[in-house]
């Protein structure tokens, strides 16, 4: 509890007046509102929330050797990640591949501009069938390297992509091209 105390000293001539009491000022119901408020701001106030995108991943079930699923060469480009953040990418298959290995950056003048080109290109040669992406990631390649073509995927709007074992041919490209440094 807070007082507001006066002082009533003063030099007027011989009169001796009554003193008069101070007025108090009590502040304790408006601490007790400032800190309900305070109470109250916290609690309902929403902080960042951490960005999560959605990965739609296989079962963990034993996996036949031989169950392949078939993708349309005319449809799908693949993605080798490689080292010093650089990809290797074709178009079709790596035996005989429409567009042979061409080694590009991340970002918005590498992979993007690839991949928005694709988009475009794709429903044209496969009869309106829209483009699918695999994405291969090497053993050199580094975690942000898999996160930052998930966010291309976003960005580009890729409705379908994949993720899935990178295989001795294409590492071979990955080493002709020097995107299999240590």
Do not use: C, H
């Not at 007082?3 to 007025?23: F, I, M, P």
């Not at 390649?141 to 291309?152: A, F, G, K, M, Y």
């Amino acid at each position: 509890m807070a007082e507001l105390n006066q002082d009533s000293k003063s030099d007027k001539g011989g009169k001796v007046r009554a003193k008069k009491a101070g007025g108090k000022v009590d502040l304790t119901a408006m601490v007790d509102l400032a800190f309900l408020l305070i109470t109250f701001f916290m609690l309902t106030t929403s902080l960042n929330t951490p960005q999560a995108m959605d990965v739609a991943m296989p079962d963990k079930n034993k996996m036949d050797a031989n169950d392949n699923l078939e993708i349309a060469d005319n449809r799908s480009i693949t993605l080798l990640l490689g080292s010093d953040n650089k990809i290797s990418w074709y178009y079709g298959q790596l035996a005989k591949p429409i567009y042979p290995p061409t080694t590009i950056d991340y970002g918005k003048e590498g992979v993007r501009q690839v991949l928005l080109r694709m988009q475009k290109e794709v429903p044209q040669r496969a009869g309106g069938k829209d483009l699918i992406v695999v994405i291969r990631p090497s053993e050199k390649s580094v975690q942000r390297n898999l996160v930052d073509i998930l966010d291309e995927m976003r960005i580009v709007d890729v409705k379908r992509y994949m993720i899935s074992k990178i295989n001795s041919d294409e590492i071979e490209v990955l080493k002709s091209e020097g995107l299999f440094n240590d």
